[in-house]
């Protein structure tokens, strides 16, 4: 069975710095898609970013990027000029067809 | 997002009682899920379905039942509610199977069990 693991359940940045948040899966499969997602207070998850897996370039969306390295079967994730409003849980995910595997989560503060 | 909303948003109930939460979705979208969200596992995947009166079960499945007669309508019955089923409930809608879509998740009932 395909597993996720975020080894940090606790991570916090300054405002306006860099942070990455790690995440490794386990899977036999080569084609499939990796997630993260963000869960403010609201409890709302919100998609951030998405990375197939044939596809070598990483995923970038504005000030998110992921490192992804698909021998090592890890997927990070790179939070550029950090904000206060970045401050959430972050999960991430793998999905092949309709098993969606999430992680344990880390939860990101952002000092002022 | 407004496309998928969960009712209720809280509920208390009590041990041996059955419980229902209700999925809506205005997508016409034919894949549902629902999932449980507790600290340190992440959100473990309870039911899904591919389609009107077509369900499978998920990882946690023990306890819990599944419906859906109409494709906008996802319900998620507790049997004889449990401790143990204290939890955030997503509810998530996707338009394919493949990851190229994603999920679209509802706001979450948090259910507690006294």
């Known amino acids: 069975a395909q597993t996720v693991t975020q080894s940090q359940p606790e991570m916090s940045v300054q405002e306006a710095e860099t942070v990455t948040l790690s995440c490794t899966y386990d899977?036999?499969?080569?084609?499939?898609?990796l997630f993260w997602y963000k869960q403010p207070p609201s409890r709302q998850m919100i998609l951030v970013i998405r990375?197939?897996?044939?596809?070598?370039q990483n995923a970038t969306e504005n000030r998110f990027s992921v490192n992804f390295q698909k021998a090592a079967k890890s997927f990070s994730l790179k939070i550029s000029d950090s904000q206060l409003g970045d401050a959430a849980m972050y999960f991430c995910?793998?999905?092949?067809?309709?098993?969606?595997?999430f992680g344990a989560g880390t939860r990101l503060t952002v000092k002022p | 997002d407004a496309g998928i909303t969960q009712s209720p948003r809280h509920k208390v109930t009590e041990t041996g009682t059955p419980v229902t939460l209700r999925c809506h979705q205005t997508e016409n979208h034919r894949y549902m899920y629902w999932y449980r969200q507790d600290p340190g596992h992440g959100l473990r995947l309870i039911h899904y379905s591919y389609g009107v009166k077509d369900t499978d079960k998920g990882e946690v499945s023990d306890g819990y039942s599944v419906s859906r007669s109409k494709t906008e309508d996802f319900l998620l019955t507790l049997e004889s509610a449990t401790s143990s089923q204290t939890s955030v409930y997503f509810c998530?809608?996707?338009?394919?199977?493949?990851?190229?879509?994603?999920?679209?998740f509802g706001s979450g009932t948090r259910l507690t069990v006294v």
């Open positions: 899977t036999s499969e080569s084609d499939y898609y």
């Open positions: 998530a809608i996707s338009e394919g199977l493949t990851g190229y879509y994603g999920y679209t």
């Open positions: 990375q197939e897996a044939y596809k070598q």
């Open positions: 995910a793998y999905r092949l067809n309709n098993d969606m595997r």
